[in-house]
């Protein structure tokens, strides 16, 4: 058989592609932040930007006339404490932001990433004891509390992002008992202690002040766990699964894809997206790189991704360029 010749023309090997990339796969990461008139691109993730809620009108058309259907959210307080209290203040800076975008679109879904690391002033996910470690069921009940803020606030799906153990199971029941069982949990199922976070860790201002996140973050010498991970979390009636980093752990995609009957999806991480634009902007690579390395997260099974590339890639979708 001469492979070749599905090759040689452009519109058979269009028709007969095995893996496609769409504008609606996309979630896109929003940073908010406190105070007015505040638009200022993240050093550390060129064509990123901290928001103030009251600059959110441009961005949010922006993202409906692309065609991008949900962001997710991530908040920077002015005010961090040890409990992360600003994490299920009413009038927080998260929950200002979810019922802004409510008024402004009925197109977006609103998903809040929820975790206390942007909050607490050592930041760590979670209630520290007096020996620096993170206290795993008295963390429970703070999510519980984030959770159910940004449901009141009218968030579409909550995205619990911390690694505690039983986190999904307690948020559903919180969010049952007060009447939000319809909102879905996209619960980061698989995150690892992964060395690609660091412009996020600049752009959310979540850098823990000591120590690191290994003792509740996944090994990254590990695939097989991750299958535990998953599992635990569904069992707890989790709606979505999300493994974080993406391009490093496709093969854990796979894996997931083969074993689970359930959405996933890649978050392709700030580390992996500096990468690239940077390497771009040396003239080392050209920018179709982008598309091939999303590409790569859906041909290992990814359902959905959370990408900073996504408004660069809508547009280039949009124009009929792949």
């Not at 040689?8 to 007015?36: A, C, H, W």
Request: glycine share 6%; proline share 3%.
């Amino acid at each position: 058989m001469r492979m070749r010749r599905t090759r040689n023309n452009p519109l058979i090997r269009q028709m007969i592609k095995e893996t496609s990339l769409e504008t609606s796969d996309f979630i896109y990461p929003l940073f908010l932040v406190e105070g007015q008139g505040i638009k200022e691109e993240i050093s550390s993730l060129p064509g990123v930007y901290h928001f103030s809620v009251d600059m959110l009108e441009d961005e949010i058309r922006e993202l409906e006339d692309l065609g991008i259907k949900a962001v997710i959210l991530f908040g920077i307080p002015d005010h961090k404490d040890s409990c992360g209290s600003g994490a299920y203040d009413p009038d927080g800076i998260i929950q200002k932001a979810i019922r802004k975008i409510k008024d402004l679109s009925a197109k977006i879904l609103v998903v809040t990433d929820l975790c206390m690391c942007e909050y607490t002033d050592h930041g760590h996910c979670g209630i520290l004891d007096q020996e620096g470690q993170v206290v795993n069921d008295q963390t429970l009940e703070y999510l519980a509390k984030i959770a159910l803020s940004h449901a009141q606030a009218g968030a579409d799906i909550i995205a619990p992002s911390d690694m505690m153990d039983f986190r999904v199971k307690r948020i559903r029941q919180e969010l049952d008992e007060n009447a939000f069982e319809n909102i879905p949990i996209m619960a980061y199922s698989a995150k690892y202690a992964s060395s690609y976070y660091g412009p996020f860790r600049e752009a959310a201002q979540s850098a823990p002040q000591f120590g690191d996140r290994k003792s509740y973050q996944m090994d990254f010498h590990n695939g097989d766990e991750a299958m535990r991970e998953i599992q635990l979390d569904l069992d707890e009636d989790a709606d979505f699964i999300i493994i974080k980093p993406a391009l490093a752990y496709l093969d854990v995609i796979k894996e997931a894809s083969f074993t689970f009957n359930i959405p996933l999806v890649a978050y392709n991480v700030s580390g992996e997206y500096s990468m690239l634009k940077k390497a771009i902007e040396a003239g080392l690579l050209n920018e179709d790189v982008i598309y091939e390395s999303l590409i790569a997260m859906k041909r290992a099974g990814a359902k959905l991704i959370i990408s900073y590339h996504a408004k660069e890639v809508a547009k280039w979708l949009k124009e009929g360029r792949y």
